[in-house]
């Protein structure tokens, strides 16, 4: 899968922003991920068919998202997203921005088990 291809105008300028502006949760759970898991590259805000990942190991054909409290309003599209993810053949973890800062090492765990460490 190409991830850049077909995409809608504008869509690598967006990810480039959020890049650079990441949530709180999102630049922690990165810092742990890269230190945890340095065997594995992992991708951050990377787009994926017409949608954006928080976070991806291609390898291992797992993507990560990292939900805020404004995230509730959001089911029916989330269920889509999380559909065509898994159509293309990944598995999805989601995490709150809650669980990330207050049970990081939890969060880890869970992600260690999805890569059968």
């Known amino acids: 899968m190409r991830l ?3 995409q809608p105008s504008g869509t690598v300028a967006r990810l480039k922003e959020a890049r650079r502006n990441p949530t709180e949760a ?3 759970l990165l810092r742990a991920l890269r230190k945890t898991f ?3 590259k992992w991708r951050f805000q990377a787009p994926m068919g017409p949608f ?3 976070f991806m190991c291609f390898a291992q054909r797992l993507v990560i998202e990292v939900d805020g409290a404004t995230h509730t309003q959001t089911e029916d599209y989330d269920a889509a997203r999380t559909r065509f993810i898994e159509n293309e053949g990944f ?3 989601r995490f709150w921005n809650n669980d990330v800062m207050g049970n990081a090492e939890g969060v880890i765990a869970t992600i260690a088990v999805e890569l059968g460490r």
Do not use: T, W
Request: charged letters at 40%.
């Open 26 to 28: 999102e630049s922690k």
């Open 4 to 6: 850049y291809q077909n």
């Open 52 to 54: 954006r990942v928080d």
């Open 91 to 93: 598995r999805v973890l």
């Open 38 to 40: 340095p065997e594995h």
